[in-house]
């Protein structure tokens, strides 16, 4: 049975939205069957970010990618250049990338 990206994330929460990034993690990671699944992560824009997610493949889209940088902490520099949609994916990944996890990154304050 293929991964399926669900529903984009709605909320604005960094408590919430994490915890939702780590279940659908935790819910690949058993589909897969493996011991563990790291994610990276590229932020782009709302439109880029829903044919990314359709198409299964970042190729070709303008995105910032990180392994590090969670979508619950962007940086306002990023957030505000518009790269504020994110794409959770497995890091060893290559296209046709699983789409782990996907929406509305929050902007840290500062």
């Known amino acids: 049975m293929s991964w399926v990206a669900g529903d984009q994330t709605t909320t604005q929460t960094?408590?919430?939205?994490?915890?939702?990034i780590e279940h659908r993690r935790t819910l690949y990671k058993n589909h897969c069957r493996a011991d563990d699944?790291?994610?990276?992560?590229?932020y782009m824009t709302e439109e880029s970010a829903a044919n990314?997610?359709?198409e299964?493949?970042?190729?070709?889209?303008i995105c910032?990618?990180?392994?590090?940088?969670?979508p619950i902490a962007?940086?306002?520099?990023?957030?505000?250049a518009g790269f504020n949609w994110y794409i959770a994916f497995p890091?060893?990944?290559?296209?046709?990338?699983?789409?782990v996890a996907w929406g509305k990154a929050i902007r840290v304050r500062e």
């Open 14 to 20: 960094p408590e919430l939205l994490g915890d939702i």
């Open 37 to 42: 699944v790291t994610l990276s992560f590229a």
């Open 52 to 54: 990314a997610v359709s």
């Open 56 to 61: 299964r493949d970042i190729r070709g889209v």
């Open 64 to 70: 910032s990618v990180s392994s590090v940088v969670y």
């Open 74 to 80: 962007l940086s306002a520099n990023t957030f505000d």
């Open 91 to 99: 890091s060893n990944s290559s296209p046709p990338i699983d789409v």
